[in-house]
């Protein structure tokens, strides 16, 4: 399987401005393409071909007045760039055609300076050194090698982002090392104040790093609001804010990758409840708290790592009673406020923590052999009105004390 390694490179000054123009020949050449494509479309209902493309943008192009600046960056980022637009174009028509599974995608769409810049080279235009990673008319570039590559990468992306910090994106083939088989397994309940409850008991808190930056964030933005549009002094604003953006970031994928590891690790099979978190971002009261916590990112992170690692991850569906069912004797009570935290069953009797109790039935509807044996799998047993000429089977005392009346004397 593929993968994708990302490493901290420290570019010299001499360097910042070769791959300041590397990202501007990249960016001008999708976007002439991409406007062709727009008019060609419009008059004759069709889309160019990609080797049309290549040789009116790029070898044709260098040999004009207004684009022979494209002979000073190498060749090979200015030919992945179309390719990238001729794989957005086919991803946007298999998704108008239904070929194309999940969420429809929109039309390809014009790459602008101030956003998050980037450049593709393949085989023959880098090298990979002790210190260093060659880029061809680049130079050699420093690198921070925070861990081992697996093996010899096929492609290496140059990025660099809005806080202007410098990264490098390996693409390798690695071979899934499944871990050794363990026999526990889990459901996890995902909430706001909370954000996973393990059905062992177990509870973790996010860091809620938004939450707790979000005044110096105001701050900062109010700011940058004052700073004329153009000026070195709102330059130096937007990099405080971006910055900020990005520890915010880096702090909230770094506790998610942890908390997916120690679970990866720790189980055998792992079950989620499929949350539909795009629509409770419509919220308006909630929407900043459940941005602020990634659980589609943590998701992927559990899909990812399963895969990697041998576990089986399960997603169940989202329309599953977890809150409501008791995990003891399986009946369903009623829909429960988000108010109420502890709840007792009316049936046996068992007092439930809310979350703890929704993680245990998402366990026992991910499928696990042992839980279904255990708590009587996903069959759903429902309550229903003696008649009465049946005479009940429990004493008087027993049926008024399980409701919470004392028998009369």
């Known amino acids: 399987m593929k993968a994708r390694y990302r490493y901290r490179i420290y570019p010299k000054q001499e360097q910042k401005t070769a791959l300041a123009q590397l990202f501007g020949c990249v960016r001008v050449v999708w976007n002439d ?26 070898t044709q192009a260098k040999k004009t007045i207004e684009r022979e600046w494209l002979g000073e960056v190498s060749n090979i980022p200015l030919q992945q760039s179309l390719n990238d637009l001729n794989v957005a174009y086919s991803n946007f028509f298999k998704s108008c055609k239904g070929e194309r599974k999940g969420k429809k995608v929109k039309p390809p769409r014009f790459k602008k300076r101030k956003s998050r810049q980037s450049a593709r080279f393949t085989r023959g235009g880098f090298k990979v050194g002790q210190h260093n990673v060659y880029l061809a008319k680049i130079g050699k570039v420093k690198i921070v090698w925070s861990r081992e590559l697996p093996s010899t990468p096929s492609s290496v992306t140059v990025v660099k982002d809005s806080a202007d910090r410098y990264f490098l994106s390996f693409v390798v083939e690695i071979i899934p090392e499944p871990l050794p088989k363990v026999e526990k397994s889990c459901g996890i309940d995902l909430g706001i104040s909370t954000f996973a409850t393990f059905s062992n008991g177990e509870k973790v808190k996010a860091p809620k790093p938004l939450k707790k930056n979000l005044k110096r964030l105001r701050k900062l933005q109010r700011k940058l609001s004052k700073k004329q549009k153009g000026s070195k002094r709102r330059e130096v604003a937007r990099k405080k804010v971006a910055k900020l953006h990005a520890r915010i970031k880096d702090t909230r994928t770094d506790f998610l990758h942890k908390l997916s590891t120690k679970a990866i690790r720790e189980n055998q099979s792992i079950a989620l409840e499929d949350l539909n978190v795009s629509g409770m971002m419509k919220n308006r009261k909630l929407s900043r708290a459940i941005s602020d916590l990634g659980w589609r990112e943590f998701r992927t992170m559990l899909s990812n790592k399963a895969d990697k690692y041998g576990r089986e991850f399960k997603v169940i569906d989202r329309w599953e009673p977890t809150s409501q069912t008791c995990s003891s004797c399986r009946q369903r009570g009623g829909k429960l406020d988000l108010s109420i935290r502890e709840w007792t069953c009316l049936w046996c009797g068992e007092t439930h923590d809310r979350d703890e109790n929704a993680a245990i039935n998402i366990e026992v509807a991910g499928g696990h052999p042992e839980t279904i044996n255990g708590r009587g799998g996903t069959g759903q047993t429902s309550a229903k009105e003696a008649p009465s000429s049946e005479a009940s089977t429990a004493p008087e005392w027993i049926q008024l004390n399980l409701f919470g009346e004392s028998p009369s004397l």
Do not use: D, S, T, V
């Open 33 to 58: 393409a991409l406007a062709f494509c727009i008019k060609q479309y419009q008059n004759k209902g069709e889309k160019p071909k990609n080797g049309e493309l290549q040789k009116q943008f790029i």
